[in-house]
């Protein structure tokens, strides 16, 4: 809108002046949703919902589930209640789910009963509950495909300003890539030093939450993924 190039620039988090320098204000669309219940009913009833500071999530939940959509659920909630009660249970075998968007953490489902639907509980187990998708992968996908996508996806949405993310999510598919079609093994110090630049020389969210999903899925499914991998 301004005719600047569409690149990440540093900036204060809660800006004060917006476009054309002029006063704004920053809300999320939930937010201002619920002014009428509080302005209704008061605070304290909107405060009685959920647990701990944090009082409400929406949770969305893909195709792999017998009853897909968007859910609210309070703060708080066992996954498990989450998957099987208002998801319906999974409709085939999964073996991981990408919750909190394409930055969120890759979470096996041997950690379903481990984590609650709240920010700490997900940041305790190394992972991020961000705005709670949840994108299963089924048994018989293949992860280190998936990972591969990971590192597209982050190429193709790139600003291109900084280097890390620019250039690191264009190297991490090239590895990838040749791994999975290829006789290619990736070398994994190589690729935990990428990780690693990726997460503290980034500009923005994009390059510094890739490593997050990659990094639980080395942890949590190094037989599978250890057919591509160089020590």
Request: proline share 7%; net charge neutral.
């Amino acid at each position: 809108m301004k005719g600047n190039a569409p690149e990440v620039r540093v900036r204060r988090p809660t800006p004060q002046q917006g476009l054309f320098n002029k006063p704004t204000v920053v809300n999320n669309v939930e937010t201002l949703a619920n002014l009428p219940f509080i302005m209704q009913r008061g605070g304290k009833a909107f405060a009685a919902i959920g647990a701990q500071i944090f009082r409400h999530q929406i949770a969305f939940i893909d195709g792999h589930f017998h009853r897909p959509g968007i859910y609210e659920a309070d703060m708080g909630t066992p996954l498990a209640a989450v998957i099987h009660e208002l998801g319906g249970g999974f409709r085939k075998p999964v073996k991981a789910m990408h919750i909190g968007g394409p930055l969120g953490g890759l979470v096996p489902v041997s950690k379903i009963d481990a984590l609650t639907v709240d920010f700490d509980s997900f940041a305790r187990e190394g992972f991020l509950l961000g705005h709670a998708s949840i994108v299963c992968i089924p048994e018989d996908f293949p992860l280190i495909q998936y990972l591969e996508h990971l590192f597209e996806f982050t190429a193709h949405e790139s600003c291109g300003k900084c280097f890390p993310c620019r250039l690191g999510s264009t190297r991490g598919f090239e590895m990838l890539h040749k791994a999975r079609t290829g006789d290619y093994k990736v070398d994994r110090t190589l690729m935990d030093d990428l990780l690693e630049t990726l997460e503290i020389g980034s500009l923005c969210a994009l390059g510094g939450g890739l490593p997050l999903p990659v990094k639980n899925a080395l942890k949590y499914f190094e037989n599978e993924l250890s057919p591509y991998f160089q020590k």
